[in-house]
DNA sequence: TTGGTAATTGTGCAAGTGTATAATTACTGC
DNA sequence: GCAGTAATTATACACTTGCACAATTACCAA
């Protein structure tokens, strides 16, 4: 009479994985309220009863969501730079015009990253998870800060001051983007972010 | 028998005020989930019917209460600028290390910040706030820049661009001051901040 | 071929959600 | 004082949520 659906026995890993990708995908289009254990489930091609099994709790399954996240995010950001090309200023303005570029400005990136953003108060592992990327992504910024400087001969102290104020520029410009789609033209971004780190460090970089 | 719980009448100002402190209190506590119609009822010391009194839709309370928060920060980075000479340049300081200090930074603020952001995607009422608030602290930010310009006999052609690469700048700053606490010496993000645009207009703001 | 096992499904439930609406009550103007 | 009115409460409802658990079924080993 009642038919049950036909399903493959796909083990731990791959059913866990996409799991956490139905998971991070549902957050990113609708927020965390459209995660829910039913439309999680049936993303992922599954029954809701089969995240219990796998996941003692729903938080858990987001907690893990969030971990992989993070991680994508941190492996992400460091393959990027390996194109980039070889002269300082060059290297720098292609770094920061992808910055605020597709497909790192996505809407999908920044719903997620607001949802993470929001458990760092309170919860310890996401507080360290944010404050890693946060100084890997300006370390790696003021790295380039200096080279640039240093081609061009000029002085290299107040190369902090400067990696702190291009990292929130850079991060509002790509909230903005992601936040607000449709109010920036194409290339817009990108030329206002390498015309403003031109004027903050003093410097003519290529738009290329 | 039943005894109904006794009351007093309180005027719509106030028990719409009373509505909204006590959402974003709950949002700040507890994320978004922590804002259901009677819990915010029981923090207001009120009944949960009371809420659809004032607002049509518990979705107008909350956009409503995101529009409180960030009108009020908008407004602490205007605030005491009558106290300065009447000089733009002064003026435009003053607005800019005022949004990178507290109160205005606050880790309250950001969380709720974020919060909303989760929201938006799919609350057409939160998206509708978003932009205005966003808009409008921008367009006052656009409004300075222009003044100090022109009070420096300089084109203000480009005060689009500049008013968006400020206001980025501002955002980035005031999300990592609220998110990383402790990371920046107390006036460190002013002192930066009124730099930082210092090179990007051009000119020599007073750091006050 | 046949059990055995664990992955997967289906159903049901108790708790919580936003909202609608009628019943009450405090205050206002006369 | 007294009606009228609007603010406030209380109750009910339809729906969703996460979770528990028994029933099934695909795969594996022998």
Redesign the pocket.
Known sequence: M?E?????????ET?RAALIDATLDLIAEGGPQA?????IALRAG?????I??YFD???DLVAAAHETLMNGLTEASAAQLDELPDDPLARLAGFVGNAVSPPVTDPRGVALWAASMQLVPRDSAMRAVHEATYLGFRGRLEDMICEALHAAGRPTQSSRALAIAGNALLDGLWIEAGALPGHFAPGELKSIAINAFSRLLELELPEG
Chains 1, 2 share one sequence.
């Open positions: 009642t049950r659906r036909s399903f493959v026995r796909a083990g731990e059913r995660a829910t254990v039913r439309a599954v029954t809701p009863g089969l219990r099994h709790t729903k938080e």
